[in-house]
Every structure is written in C-alpha cells, then in structure tokens.
C-alpha cells in the first residue's frame, strides 16, 4: 500500500526537523507526508525546506490550525490508501513503516495503534513519563501494551486508519482533547477491525517538565468525561482509578499524621497506618519495575514522582470536569 503520513504541528521547528529525519531513515519508501502548521505569525516551512528533496513531503499553513483540524485537513490532501496519524515530538525507527506493512498485510486492519517508547538518549524526566503512560501498573497497559485492561483504543501520537474507515466516520471530531480516542470509539461503533500492533512503536519525546506533565494529563482525565458525554458506554471503573487514588492517598496521609500525634500523646493506633502502608508498597513497585525496565535506579525513583503526577493530575481534572458537567449542567465541560 501507499501511506499518507499526517503530522500537525503548532511551533517547536526543532521537534518537527527531529520528527522529518527520522523519516527519511524509513526502509520502507512507499509514503508521502502531510505537515499540517499552525504555528501563529509565521509558519515553521523555512525550517523544512531541505527536506522537499529528502521526502515526498507536502506542507500546508493556517495560523492557529487546531489539532484535529490540521489531520482532517491533512486527509483531504492525501494520495494514500491507509492515513497514519503521528505526532511531531515522535522520533521513528527506521523499520517502523516496514513492520506497519507487514502486519497490516498478513492481517488486515481498518485501523491501527502502536505503543511509545523511550529512547537510550531521552532524559530521566523523558524515561521516567513514557513508563508512567505505558506501564500496566499505572495505565493498565491500555496506551500499547500487549496485555492491557479493556478496549484498545488507537491514540492519535501513533495511529493509522484506512481512507475507507476514516470517511465512512467522517475524521476527527471537534474535540479539543481526547479526540483520538472518540475518533476510535467510533471506528469500532462502525464495525471495522482495530487492534495494536505492538511491533510499530515510536520514540515518542516528550519535552515536558513535571508542571508540564500534570496539565497534559489532566486534560486527559477531563477529556475522559467528554468522551463519556457522547459514548455514555465508554465510561469503565478502570477509569475512575486515578481519582480513588488521590483521594485516598491524600485521606491515608493524614490518617498517618492522626496516628503519629496519637502515638506521641497517648495509645498509637497502628491501623490508622495500613492504608498510607499500601501507598508505599505500589510505589516501591513502581520504583523496582521502572528501574529494572530503565536499568536506571534514578529513573525508578523519577517514576515515582511521575506516577504521583499523573493521578494527581488526570484525577482532579475528571473531578473537575465531572462537577462541570454533571453538577453545574454545562454540556460543553471545561475548556481544554
């Protein structure tokens, strides 16, 4: 098959350059690429001029292109019969277009997701936020794993779907966050075959910081509510997981503190320990598990700190959205 490659991109021309060498590594040569910009003021086409005689590449401009937009506007430009939907922080193996081929043609799917993964040459802060999103203890695995709890849903940073599914369900919504996931919801809804395929994983390079990292996945756990407003069964209690868990963390911590003044002052009510006790003993697996994956004790305890983050983050911001919603009756939900 011929592929179309479609890659939004809004400013960061150093991640897009990153993203466009890699692909000119690709020993499978059969595909194009569609770099949709939305970069306000001026457009990052200065910066990729080079690679028009590297690639087949196409490049449109429209300042403040939403995300969405700019793959749905990509589709419309496209020669290919498959669309794989990447991300411009990603940085591609050079066999991933050719394991992509291969799998699809020994089993057909209308729609595809692959796994992300850290590169040898990421930070600490990188290796420790592609455990905490992939790992079946913080996730369920559901971002790629090969075991994974539920429904795999394809995300949008690795994601290919065929020309016939993708106009059959008419592209990408108008969500501003979770879209890849309702676009997937719809796929399935429509009776077409969606599956990982683990083999097509992508270095997806995430240049966040911790405060970074808590805004994006707290739009993550408020998109989860959206999504539950149009796809009422797409609600699951794996989904709920991150807000139990803050809560109870933040209740087991000072549970705790109850118990120290009590053992100061008078009898020490040791029960009072047990739950901040099973806290501590999911972070030592969290730590124990990533610094075996990473070989990297300081990338174990980097991934505690990232785990705290993600639920803290995707926790409250499904509480928010759901109090958005559910309690004050704004259909639209928060703005993400």
Request: proline fraction near 3%.
């Amino acid at each position: 098959m011929f592929y179309s490659i479609i890659i939004p991109t809004f400013k960061r021309a150093d991640e897009v350059i990153e993203c466009l060498e890699s692909l000119t590594h690709q020993s499978f040569k059969d595909f194009e690429i569609i770099l949709a910009d939305g970069t306000p003021g001026e457009s990052l086409e200065k910066y990729v001029k080079e690679y028009y005689t590297k690639l087949d590449l196409h490049f449109l401009y429209e300042e403040y292109l939403g995300v969405s937009e700019a793959r749905n506007l990509g589709a419309t430009k496209a020669k290919g019969e498959y669309f794989i939907f990447l991300d411009s922080d990603c940085i591609f193996p050079p066999d991933y277009l050719s394991k992509v081929d291969a799998a699809l043609k020994s089993n057909h799917l209308d729609a595809y997701g692959g796994p992300d993964a850290a590169h040898a040459s990421f930070t600490v802060l990188q290796k420790a936020i592609s455990y905490t999103m992939t790992s079946i203890l913080t996730t369920g695995g559901i971002r790629g794993q090969k075991k994974h709890v539920g429904q795999f849903h394809p995300r949008g940073f690795n994601m290919g779907i065929s020309r016939k599914a993708f106009e059959k369900v008419g592209g990408y919504s108008t969500f501003k966050c979770g879209e890849d996931i309702e676009l997937s919801i719809r796929i399935i809804k429509a009776g077409f075959k969606v599956d990982l395929i683990p083999e097509a994983f992508v270095y997806h390079k995430r240049r966040s910081t911790f405060k970074q990292f808590y805004k994006q996945v707290f739009r993550f756990g408020a998109a989860r509510i959206n999504i539950w407003s149009r796809h009422k069964e797409e609600l699951k209690l794996t989904h709920l997981f991150p807000s139990l868990f803050i809560i109870g963390f933040i209740k087991s911590f000072f549970l705790a503190i109850i118990a120290l003044y009590f053992c100061f002052t008078c009898c020490c009510p040791w029960y009072l320990f047990i739950p901040i006790a099973l806290y501590k003993i999911y972070l030592i697996a969290i730590f124990v598990d990533s610094s075996i994956q990473n070989k990297s004790i300081k990338v174990g305890i980097y991934s505690i700190g990232t785990c705290l983050t993600q639920m803290a983050g995707y926790g409250f911001g499904f509480i928010a959205n759901a109090f958005e919603v559910i309690v004050k009756g704004n259909k639209n939900g928060l703005k993400l």
